[in-house]
């Protein structure tokens, strides 16, 4: 049976399971899981251990520093074949402690879904949980030995867990990321490359009445710096620099000694990551004097729509059609762990979890209606033999 054979097969069965999948959707929104509380971090893990266990073999690896562990499952393939998948979860949310209380899980009478993280993307990992499950029910295997990860790292930049994801996906003959797709459950196929800088200048202080000649002011140099920065933008190509965050000064009276600037910078290509990161790097000091210290860099690099990746679309499109849901694809400036394996060559599709809306906002909410559909969509990709 090929993908779409299968999904077609799958989607009306699994509608009417739709109450079961909402109650794995509560059970996980229910673990809070901050990426910044390793308790709770812990006690997700734990609980998609005992979820997954029985698809596969399941290894912890714990990271230094206090942050959460990762886990990676392998699901056996069906008649050894010598291509690999990797499948990307993150199981942290940007949401603290305790907004569990304020925003409880629970599902309205249009079976509209919210609770801290449902969206993002604890509803992708539901849907890869049915998906699964849908294929053992039946005695089919992935055509490919699949890997997936449950990372506990994301919303902070992945600084521990994109090793893993390179490690893992590196020779994969595709990558599946169950991040939120957009609006209507549109698959992405393109991310911009993220970067973060901080920008911090010294000056020197001096009395703003008595002697201000005296002084270099650091919140001038900020200024003109802040121009500079927002010049590098280019809308046309898809390149957004913006200085988001500004701190400088002590006291009014007092010619400011030091200011910082903190930059976020999305790109498109390669090419342009490059360019801003030089032009950044290279920034000058324009009052004689300051003195200017530029740190970070390019965090994610683009993801990059490539043929082979067209084309996995155009399997998902058509695995989709075959169960008479219609599929589309497009980009974001958002950035993800797909961004990763993407740039080392790993085709990527993107955007496969729960649809909804309102990822990190406070109107975050997944349509339970559509859960069915994903689950059927991402067995189908599973078993679909490209
Ligand atoms: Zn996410």
Same mark, same amino acid.
């Given at each position: 049976m090929?993908?779409?054979?299968?999904?077609a097969?799958?989607?009306?069965?699994?509608?009417?399971?739709?109450?079961?999948?909402?109650d794995?959707?509560?059970?996980?929104?229910?673990?809070?899981?901050p990426?910044?509380?390793?308790?709770?971090?812990e006690?997700c893990?734990?609980?998609?251990?005992?979820?997954?266990r029985?698809?596969?073999s399941?290894?912890?690896?714990?990271?230094?520093?206090?942050?959460?562990?990762?886990?990676?499952l392998?699901?056996d393939?069906?008649?050894?074949?010598?291509?690999?998948?990797?499948?990307l979860?993150?199981y942290?949310?940007?949401?603290?402690?305790g907004?569990?209380?304020r925003?409880?899980?629970?599902?309205?009478?249009?079976?509209?879904?919210?609770?801290?993280?449902?969206?993002d993307?604890?509803?992708?990992i539901t849907?890869?949980?049915?998906?699964?499950?849908?294929?053992?029910?039946?005695?089919?295997?992935?055509?490919?030995?699949?890997q997936?990860?449950f990372?506990?790292?994301?919303?902070?930049?992945?600084?521990?867990?994109?090793?893993?994801?390179?490690?893992?996906?590196?020779g994969a003959?595709?990558?599946y990321?169950?991040?939120?797709?957009?609006?209507?459950?549109?698959?992405?196929?393109?991310?911009?490359?993220?970067?973060d800088?901080?920008?911090?200048i010294?000056g020197? %202080? $001096?009395?703003? &009445? !008595? #002697?201000?000649?005296?002084?270099i002011?650091?919140?001038?140099e900020?200024?003109?710096? @802040?121009l +500079?920065?927002?010049?590098?933008n280019?809308?046309?190509?898809?390149?957004?620099?913006?200085?988001?965050?500004?701190?400088?000064?002590?006291?009014?009276?007092v010619?400011?000694?030091?200011?910082e600037?903190?930059v976020?910078?999305?790109?498109?290509?390669?090419a342009?990551?490059?360019?801003?990161?030089?032009?950044?790097?290279?920034?000058?000091?324009?009052?004689?004097g300051?003195?200017?210290?530029i740190?970070?860099?390019?965090?994610?690099?683009?993801?990059?729509?490539?043929?082979?990746?067209?084309?996995?679309?155009?399997?998902?499109?058509?695995? %989709? $059609?075959?169960? &008479? !849901? #219609?599929?589309h694809?497009g980009?974001?400036?958002?950035g993800?762990?797909?961004?990763f @394996?993407? +740039?080392?060559?790993?085709?990527?599709?993107?955007g496969?979890?729960?649809e909804?809306?309102?990822a990190?906002?406070?109107?975050?909410?997944?349509l339970t209606?559509?859960l069915p559909?994903?689950?059927?969509?991402?067995?189908?990709?599973?078993?679909?033999?490209?």
């Open positions: 090929n993908g779409a054979e299968l999904a097969a799958l989607r009306p069965e699994l509608e009417p399971r739709r109450q079961a999948m909402i794995v959707l509560g059970q996980l929104v229910s673990i809070e899981s990426s910044d509380d390793l308790p709770s971090l006690r893990a734990s609980t998609l251990e005992t979820l997954f029985p698809f596969g399941i290894e912890r690896i714990a990271p230094e520093g206090g942050q959460g562990p990762h886990l990676r392998t699901v393939a069906r008649n050894g074949h010598q291509e690999r998948a990797v499948a979860c993150h942290d949310t940007v949401w603290s402690l907004t569990l209380q925003i409880p899980f629970a599902v309205d009478a249009e079976g509209v879904a919210r609770g801290p993280g449902c969206f993307m604890k509803g992708g849907v890869l949980y049915f998906a699964l499950g849908a294929l053992r029910e039946r005695g089919l295997a992935p055509a490919r030995q699949l997936v990860l990372t506990s790292d994301e919303e902070i930049g992945s600084p521990t867990s994109r090793a893993v994801i390179e490690e893992t996906s590196r003959a595709v990558a990321v169950l991040e939120s797709p957009l609006p209507g459950g549109t698959l992405k196929t393109a991310r911009k490359g993220t970067g800088y901080l920008v911090r010294t020197r %202080a $001096a009395h703003a &009445g !008595v #002697e201000p000649q005296k002084g002011s650091a919140t001038e900020l200024a003109r710096q @802040t +500079a920065l927002h010049a590098l280019d809308y046309a190509v898809g390149t957004t620099v913006n200085v988001g965050v500004v701190h400088g000064g002590s006291r009014p009276n010619v400011a000694a030091e200011a600037a903190h976020d910078v999305r790109v498109e290509t390669l342009e990551a490059e360019r801003i990161d030089r032009a950044i790097r290279g920034l000058q000091a324009q009052l004689p300051a003195q200017l210290a740190d970070g860099g390019l965090n994610r690099p683009p993801m990059e729509r490539s043929a082979a990746m067209a084309a996995l679309f155009e399997r998902a499109r058509a695995i %989709a $059609a075959a169960m &008479g !849901v #219609e599929l694809e980009s974001t400036g958002g993800s762990d797909g961004n @394996t993407a +740039a080392i060559g790993v085709p990527t599709l993107d496969l979890g729960a909804g809306e309102g990190h906002a406070a109107h975050e909410h997944v209606d559509r559909r994903r689950a059927a969509l991402m067995a189908g990709l599973l078993v679909d033999d490209f």
